[in-house]
């Protein structure tokens, strides 16, 4: 028999006043949410981390090798790492967990390193009660020794074991055995709450198959109490996706933060917060972290967020930040292009430095001639989002830092611009754009920690002048919302739930008209979704499944019509797959894998029709931050804009409208924000 990877043990064992109902959500838990959260001497953080610095690699010569869940103790003024280990497989794809039968011992005098290799701390021994593989370790001091607890188990079944330390480099198994079995019990971590011990783990649901974050109590580390449920996820294992994965539980200022992920694709972790350790609810959403595996630690005057996963190579560490306000959503394009009012296409950006928004203008699309970066305003808190008005003119809507309001600026017809005004706010992310059949555009927009969805109209196409917010629009959400046009020009705005449980989607009843209610469009998933209409006049939603393991798409059966069932589109994705149509009305489809190596590219081969199998589009050697962006110029070419995580942005033109594609050439010289799409900012 092959060895249980973690995919197949789950398969088998699964045989802010912005807040309004989103489809069967009251407001009554984020009303109180909101209350806790109140300000006061009770107020809880916002938890959001600075940028992922690489300081630890793994491999050696002719072998890359990958860590996944880890622990970091610090003993004796040295910083110790214990992680799984294993080999990296090609870019895009992902190792099989059953091959993680050994734990990589380093340590470093600073979390930032030097790190220095040690021999493996722990490996497998299968006539140690079935062991098959060696998952999740973490690592506490107690009484003079360390405690190492750590999932294992196999065909025996899943467990929960324990190996001791008086040196941190030579590991003891306890002879008793697993400390206890579960279902799919995994991920162990310990903290001392009180006058006890308490572990926290992930697990099934044997009842309806939902994601669980139990718990069980100690005094002595070794007997454990029945287990309780800490989080119960509302997404069940039908697709055999973990998605509920590495809890870790913190407290501070009398406040317990739960660390738990994949969210929002496989790089990343949500925060919940609870004055109660023994209970934690989605409606007490309090941040994210751009990492895989995340762990929260301190030093006594800094706290870190480390992060590694199977798509990278080693250890990641971000200074992690308590805040007052919570984090802004970044928008979905970076950089974000669009045609302007002499039908230029014009890129926005962020600085890498200090965050002001950038401009770049094609000044002759034959010759692909551009202008230089220059200033546009700023600094903004995310990537902005444009909407064309009915003259053609573009209109530049900001998030200011912080998420303190919005802002925007309108093309004038000659092509200058307007001053800043300001927009509205508060706001969580740069709101979604789209012109209804009247001509006016009108904005969706997250109000911060994604309580509610607020909607903002022109009062005539073009205008200056805005009707007020409809702050009951819908909400909460677990990510700003996406808009589109359907052919006969009613708009459709959809949501991702929060946790991702399902997506939603609200839709006008006539061209201009009145809004439907909001329904269930689909299953869990992973990220928000994109959303864009082909040539035949059919809408087509893009979306990848928890944990990111693939993504799909769905459209609809003809043009403003119902929506046919989900369908496959690529493997692993970073995040939902860009959907831009060509200048036939064929969707071309980009998805860029976890980790960045690889982006990958399909296109119809009709309008409205099948896909094409694609292949590889990327650069070979390139790390992307962020799915890219595309935008059409006015010959209807398409250029695709790509930032590495260096934040140099590399692009990709069409030799003519529809037709193939020049190599990636280097897209001006400046340095821009490497913003991975969705993500929180710090």
């Known amino acids: 028999m092959h060895p249980i990877?973690?995919?197949?043990?789950?398969?088998?064992?699964?045989?802010?006043?912005?807040?309004?109902?989103?489809?069967?959500?009251?407001?009554?838990?984020?009303?109180?949410?909101s209350d806790a959260f109140a300000d006061g001497p009770a107020s809880r953080s916002w938890v959001g981390a600075g940028s992922l610095t690489h300081v630890y690699d793994p491999s050696t010569p002719?072998?890359?090798?990958?860590?996944?869940?880890?622990?970091?103790?610090?003993?004796?003024?040295?910083?110790?790492?214990?992680?799984?280990?294993?080999?990296?497989?090609?870019?895009?794809?992902?190792?099989d967990s059953a091959a993680e039968t050994a734990f990589a011992h380093a340590s470093a005098p600073d979390p930032y390193g030097p790190w220095t290799t040690h021999a493996d701390a722990l490996t497998v021994a299968p006539s140690y009660h079935g062991e098959e593989h060696l998952w999740a370790p973490h690592v506490i001091e107690a009484h003079g020794t360390y405690w190492m607890f750590y999932a294992a188990g196999g065909r025996t079944g899943a467990a929960i074991n324990l190996a001791t330390s008086t040196d941190l480099f030579t590991w003891t198994r306890v002879p008793s055995g697993p400390l206890f079995r579960g279902l799919v019990a995994r991920d162990p971590m310990v903290v001392r709450i009180g006058a006890e011990w308490v572990m926290y783990y992930t697990e099934l649901s044997a009842a309806d198959g939902r994601h669980l974050v139990c718990y069980r109590r100690s005094g002595d580390l070794l007997r454990w109490s029945a287990p309780g449920v800490a989080y119960a996820d509302e997404v069940t294992d039908a697709t055999g996706v973990s998605v509920t994965e590495s809890p870790s539980v913190v407290e501070r200022d009398g406040w317990y933060y739960l660390f738990?992920?994949?969210?929002?694709?496989?790089?990343?972790t949500d925060v919940l917060a609870s004055q109660d350790p023994f209970r934690f609810t989605l409606d007490a959403y309090a941040g994210h972290v751009p990492g895989h595996a995340v762990e929260p630690v301190t030093d006594g005057r800094r706290w870190y967020a480390s992060a590694a996963g199977w798509f990278r190579s080693g250890l990641y560490l971000a200074p992690l930040h308590w805040r007052d306000t919570p984090p802004a959503w970044q928008s979905p394009d970076n950089p974000v292009a669009a045609l302007d009012v002499r039908d230029r296409l014009t890129v926005f950006a962020l600085d890498a430095g200090d965050r002001s928004m950038l401009r770049r203008v094609q000044l002759d699309p034959h010759a692909d001639i551009w202008s230089d970066w220059e200033p546009f305003g700023g600094p903004a808190g995310a990537v902005p989002m444009l909407g064309r008005n009915a003259d053609g003119g573009l209109e530049v809507f900001s998030l200011a830092p912080g998420g303190a309001n919005l802002h925007h600026r309108v093309q004038r017809p000659d092509g200058g611009w307007h001053d800043w005004e300001e927009f509205g706010g508060p706001a969580g992310a740069a709101p979604a754009v789209a012109r209804d059949a009247d001509g006016c555009l009108e904005v969706f927009a997250l109000s911060p920690g994604g309580g509610g969805i607020a909607r903002r109209r022109q009062r005539s196409p073009g205008a200056l002048a805005w009707e007020p917010w409809n702050i009951g629009f819908g909400g909460p959400a677990g990510a700003p919302p996406v808009v589109a046009v359907n052919a006969d020009g009613r708009l459709e705005v959809f949501a991702l739930e929060p946790g991702g449980a399902a997506i939603l989607h609200r839709w006008q009843q006539a061209p201009g008209g009145d809004w439907s209610a909001w329904s269930r469009f689909g299953t869990a998933a992973g990220a928000a979704p994109r959303v864009a209409r082909d040539g035949s006049g059919r809408l087509t939603v893009a979306a990848i499944a928890p944990s990111g393991v693939a993504s799909f798409?769905?459209?609809?059966?003809?043009?403003?019509?119902?929506w046919g069932e989900w369908r496959s589109l690529f493997g692993w994705s970073a995040a939902a797959p860009l959907l831009v149509p060509s200048a036939d009305g064929r969707l071309e489809a980009f998805a860029l894998s976890p980790g960045g190596d690889r982006l990958d590219h399909r296109w119809q081969t009709a309008p409205g029709g099948d896909w094409d199998r694609g292949g590889e589009f990327g650069e070979p050697g390139a790390v992307l931050?962020?799915?890219?962006?595309?935008?059409?110029?006015?010959?209807?070419?398409?250029?695709?804009?790509?930032?590495?995580?260096?934040?140099?942005?590399r692009t990709r033109v069409q030799v003519r409208p529809s037709g193939g594609w020049q190599p990636w050439t280097l897209f001006g010289e400046r340095v821009v924000a490497p913003l991975r799409s969705g993500a929180r900012a710090p």
């Open 5 to 33: 990877s973690r995919r197949r043990l789950l398969r088998a064992a699964g045989a802010g006043a912005l807040v309004l109902p989103l489809a069967g959500r009251t407001t009554a838990a984020a009303s109180a949410a």
């Open 62 to 95: 002719g072998r890359r090798r990958y860590l996944n869940d880890h622990t970091l103790i610090r003993a004796n003024d040295r910083w110790h790492l214990f992680s799984i280990v294993g080999d990296s497989a090609a870019p895009g794809e992902a190792p």
């Open 260 to 268: 738990i992920g994949p969210r929002g694709g496989y790089d990343g």
């Open 553 to 562: 798409h769905r459209r609809q059966t003809q043009p403003s019509g119902g």
């Open 625 to 649: 931050a962020a799915t890219p962006s595309a935008a059409a110029d006015a010959t209807g070419r398409l250029h695709v804009f790509a930032v590495t995580a260096e934040g140099r942005i």
